[in-house]
């Protein structure tokens, strides 16, 4: 599918853009003591260093996010930069967005993350935004732990649109997997938990962009 096409079918059903009140059906991040207020976004954006070479950073989705809130400085993706509202939100690498890139546009070879972001900008800023919050489930600190025992579950994402916690185990340990919208792309696993650990945001890394609608 062309790129041009998803921005088309995304835009298509007026998908809601604020921040759903939370639904999800896992326990919360439990802890002895308060948690922090420091939001992914300071987390985010402390790599100063831009589009580089190490595809398990967050250049694209950090570019991602400051694009949307440039454009549209009260979209409810705000909500990554206020540490005091509870969320978790599923972070895919620059090695995600470069494959979603290539499946997109049918290219033989990874785009570079600057190619990449190219891309994902050219959707428009509405269709960023819609992917954005697909990837951010408010109102839960949900922890590895809390994650590990979440199998089967449904998060309502501040899309409004959900995706389902698939556990499995194998030779590794217990993996998590996110059931998003497309059908017909690999389910995107979590690389690693617990980035910001010990504050009310917290994010894992996920190795493929989730997907808000099913596409062929």
Same mark, same amino acid.
């Given at each position: 599918?062309?790129?041009?096409?998803?921005?088309?079918?995304?835009? *298509?059903?007026?998908?809601?853009?604020?921040?759903?009140?939370?639904?999800?059906?896992?326990?919360?991040?439990?802890?002895?003591?308060?948690?922090?207020?420091?939001?992914?976004?300071?987390?985010? &954006?402390?790599? &100063?260093?831009?589009?580089?070479?190490?595809?398990?950073?967050?250049? *694209?989705?950090?570019?991602? =996010?400051?694009? *949307?809130? #440039?454009?549209?400085?009260?979209?409810?993706?705000? +909500?990554?930069?206020?540490?005091?509202?509870?969320?978790?939100?599923?972070?895919?690498?620059?090695?995600?967005?470069?494959?979603? +890139?290539?499946?997109? &546009? @049918?290219?033989?070879?990874?785009?570079? #993350?600057?190619?990449?972001? &190219?891309?994902?900008? @050219?959707? @428009?800023?509405?269709?960023?935004?819609?992917?954005?919050?697909?990837?951010?489930?408010?109102?839960?600190?949900?922890?590895?732990?809390?994650?590990?025992?979440?199998?089967?579950?449904?998060?309502?994402?501040?899309?409004?649109?959900? +995706? #389902?916690?698939?556990?499995?185990?194998?030779?590794? @340990?217990?993996? =998590?997997?996110?059931?998003?919208?497309?059908?017909?792309?690999?389910?995107?696993?979590?690389? *690693?938990?617990?980035?910001?650990?010990?504050?009310?945001?917290?994010?894992?890394?996920?190795?493929?962009?989730?997907?808000?609608?099913?596409?062929?």
């Amino acid at each position: 599918m062309k790129i041009a096409r998803l921005a088309a079918r995304l835009a *298509v059903g007026a998908m809601a853009t604020a921040v759903a009140a939370t639904a999800v059906a896992v326990p919360a991040q439990a802890s002895g003591r308060d948690l922090g207020n420091r939001s992914l976004a300071a987390v985010l &954006t402390r790599d &100063t260093g831009g589009f580089d070479h190490n595809s398990r950073d967050f250049d *694209v989705l950090t570019a991602a =996010v400051l694009a *949307v809130l #440039e454009a549209k400085p009260d979209s409810p993706v705000k +909500v990554l930069t206020d540490g005091t509202v509870a969320l978790t939100a599923f972070v895919p690498t620059d090695a995600a967005f470069r494959e979603l +890139v290539r499946d997109l &546009t @049918g290219a033989h070879r990874l785009p570079s #993350e600057q190619a990449a972001f &190219t891309a994902v900008a @050219g959707l @428009g800023i509405d269709t960023v935004e819609n992917v954005l919050l697909y990837h951010v489930v408010p109102g839960a600190t949900i922890d590895r732990k809390a994650a590990l025992k979440a199998d089967g579950a449904d998060l309502t994402t501040a899309l409004g649109a959900t +995706v #389902e916690v698939d556990v499995r185990h194998t030779w590794f @340990g217990r993996q =998590v997997r996110l059931v998003d919208a497309d059908t017909s792309d690999r389910n995107a696993r979590v690389v *690693v938990f617990d980035i910001n650990r010990g504050n009310k945001q917290i994010a894992h890394a996920v190795d493929r962009v989730l997907r808000p609608i099913d596409l062929p």
